[in-house]
């Protein structure tokens, strides 16, 4: 069966196999946390281990790892296919990724299993040890010389680094150098180099630009090592892996009813033609009305990719080089295989509308889309920092943020990352970088404090950025969550966040939202409540709020939750000094509700408990 990678995937079919007591004490406590996790029993426990190995996704083995090794060497076949496999000792100290490291998720499999059973995740993958991004774990196709080229890179000897586009990859380490432009080795006989899609980006500075893949027919360049970013077919060699980025999208027209084997034949057939790599395909597309067309979805799911579908008039508004009447007549639309493939923007018609007897194709590449991650870190303690968060940071070229949140993450960055980082009062100038990066198609991440999406960097970066970048949102932990647990439950109940800073927004609105919440009986949390340079705006908030709710009403000060320095402080509207507060607090008004109890802050539910 064909084995998706594990990653993180709660869905994915774990088969767990023990042959002591303690063994299977372990397998039930992964059994109880994950719901598609289950304790695989035979005869025997090597008949148990070639059951779990034939029919599940992953394999968890409290054996020696000695016994697995060769109850299932005689089952391997491709890496790229087999199970993860993890084998835990009888005492549960170590998580041993032993198979499927990288390509079915063995790796990630053993950190998730470490951190349920307290052990240590043992990971031996090269790539991983050392702290660069392997080949296969880009999330592309890869072709080649994938383990050569690998050992070069981990050995630091020269690899060059040949694309048509800029793409986003992450940060590759000093020995893996762009080629100069222009510089690759003949083109086939007969095979046009293509253009290369979109303009020309911008290059990282001491980065020479990327070459145009020419499909190069002799040795690697220099006689060395090479890594080759394209969509076209090239001819291979020993020293030579293909990453296969997502550029084309094929266009697809159909009569009612098409064989599916007509479709298939087609595409294999164009694609080949014109010299380009299925594995590059994003998806096919065509009309609404072709959605639930057998045959087309048959093509898609030849190619392992989707079906994407769009109406006749938005095919319609599509500039085609061979409009068709004939079409328009027929789905409302002078195009169906030329516009869906051109759908989008920034696209070139590689392969203009070729048909058949009911089925008609077109290839278009499409220009490289940068990446930006918006990464909230969190209030700032390491274990208070998603796993998502240190994925997204490992997966950028490029992070831009504060100087003193960059440094809490430097030593999570892949070698040959570029930090571009700044000091206060330049949010404007990093959004602006973070964006102009990514549009330049690198892979960016844009860090901010807490959740990222909260009085930080996502607002004026999403501001700038455009269809050509995709953004991905990481959330944090906030200060105001940091706070509230640390302060016992103030936020169990309808509450406002309030920004007193009138750096940016006057005074006049701020001490009008003031009011209202304050009004509204919600419990408040002021952010930036005071500096000094503005120091009398909290007194003046907490004066409206003391308008409104009795001076025994709770308020908490946290300062730097989970930093060092943390220090957390009750009082009331009455006895609160203003002094105690600076930049780096945050300040929670209770609501009339909200009680102390036991020393900690808590605002009711306020619902009715039925008995």
């Known amino acids: 069966m064909n084995h998706p990678p594990v990653a993180t995937d709660q869905s994915t079919r774990i088969g767990l196999v023990a042959a002591t007591a303690a063994g299977r004490r372990h397998a039930r406590t992964l059994a109880d946390a994950w719901p598609h996790a289950r304790v695989v029993t035979a005869d025997t426990v090597a008949d148990a281990l070639r059951a779990a190995w034939t029919g599940y996704d992953a394999v968890v083995a409290f054996l020696a790892t ?5 109850i299932l060497a005689p089952l391997l076949g491709d890496k790229r296919t087999d ?5 835990v000792d009888e005492a549960a100290r170590h998580a041993i990724a032993l198979l499927g490291g990288h390509a079915g998720g063995g790796n990630d499999l053993a950190g998730r299993v470490g951190a349920l059973l307290d052990a240590n995740p043992v990971v031996s993958t090269a790539t991983d040890a050392a702290g660069l991004p ?14 050569a080229v690998s050992r070069a890179i981990l ?17 590759l380490p000093d020995n893996v150098r762009p080629a100069a432009t222009g510089s690759s080795a003949p083109t086939p006989a007969g095979t046009a180099a293509p253009a290369p899609a979109g303009p020309p980006a911008p290059r990282p500075a001491g980065r020479a630009a990327p070459a145009a893949v020419d499909g190069g027919s002799g040795p690697a360049v220099d006689g060395g090592y090479r890594l080759l970013v394209t969509d076209r077919v090239v001819p291979l060699d020993d020293r030579t892996a293909v990453l296969r980025p997502p550029s084309l999208v094929v266009g697809v027209g159909a009569s009612r009813g098409v064989p599916a084997d007509e479709v298939r034949d087609l595409l294999a057939r164009v694609l080949a033609e014109a010299g380009l790599s299925p594995a590059s395909v994003r998806h096919l597309a065509s009309a609404d009305i072709k959605a639930d067309e057998a045959g087309v979805q048959a093509g898609a799911d030849a190619l392992g990719v989707p079906l994407v579908t769009y109406p006749a008039a938005e095919l319609a508004a599509v500039d085609v080089p061979h409009p068709s009447e004939v079409v328009r007549a027929a789905v409302g639309t002078p195009s169906v295989a030329e516009a869906a493939a ?16 009911m089925a008609t194709v077109a290839v278009a590449r499409h220009a490289p889309r940068g990446r930006l991650a918006i990464v909230g870190l969190g209030p700032g303690a390491p274990d208070l920092r998603t796993a998502r968060a240190v994925t997204e940071l490992r997966r950028a070229a490029v992070v831009v943020g504060l100087d003193q949140y960059v440094d809490q993450v430097r030593d999570l960055l892949r070698p040959g990352t570029r930090v571009l980082a700044s000091g206060l009062g330049a949010e404007e100038e990093r959004a602006r970088a973070a964006v102009a990066e990514a549009t330049a198609g ?24 455009d269809e050509r970048v995709d953004v ?3 959330p944090g932990v906030t200060a105001a969550l940091a706070a509230g647990a640390l302060l016992g439950a103030p936020l169990g109940h309808d509450h406002a966040y309030v920004s007193l800073s009138d750096l940016h927004t006057p005074w006049e609105v701020i001490a009008r939202r003031v009011a209202a919440a304050a009004e509204g009986d919600f419990v408040t949390l002021l952010y930036n409540p005071r500096s000094r340079a503005r120091d009398w705006q909290l007194g003046a908030a907490l004066e409206v709020f003391a308008a409104h709710r009795p001076p025994q009403t709770p308020v908490g000060v946290v300062r730097n939750a989970s930093r060092p320095g943390e220090r957390v402080h009750l009082a009331t509207l009455a006895t609160l000094d203003a002094a105690l507060v600076d930049m780096y607090s945050v300040v929670v008004v209770g609501s009339s509700q909200t009680r102390i109890v036991a020393g900690r802050m808590v605002t009711p539910r306020g619902y009715r408990w039925r008995p």
């Not at 000695?66 to 060769?70: I, L």
């Not at 630091?156 to 990859?169: R, S």
């Open 155 to 171: 050995d630091g000897e020269p690899v060059t680094l040949v694309a048509d586009a800029t793409w986003p990859l992450p940060a």
């Open 66 to 70: 000695g016994a697995v090794v060769r």
């Open 342 to 357: 051109l759908l989008g923007g920034g696209a070139e018609l590689l392969v203009p509308k070729t048909a058949t007897a």
């Open 134 to 147: 392997g080949l296969d774990t880009l999330g592309w196709p890869v072709e080649g010389a994938v383990a």
């Open 472 to 474: 991905v949102g990481v």
């Open 83 to 87: 199970p993860a496999v993890v084998v």
């Open 442 to 465: 690198h892979a960016v991440a844009l860090v901010g404090s807490g959740d990222a999406g909260v009085y930080a960097m996502a607002s004026p970066a999403l501001e700038y950025a």
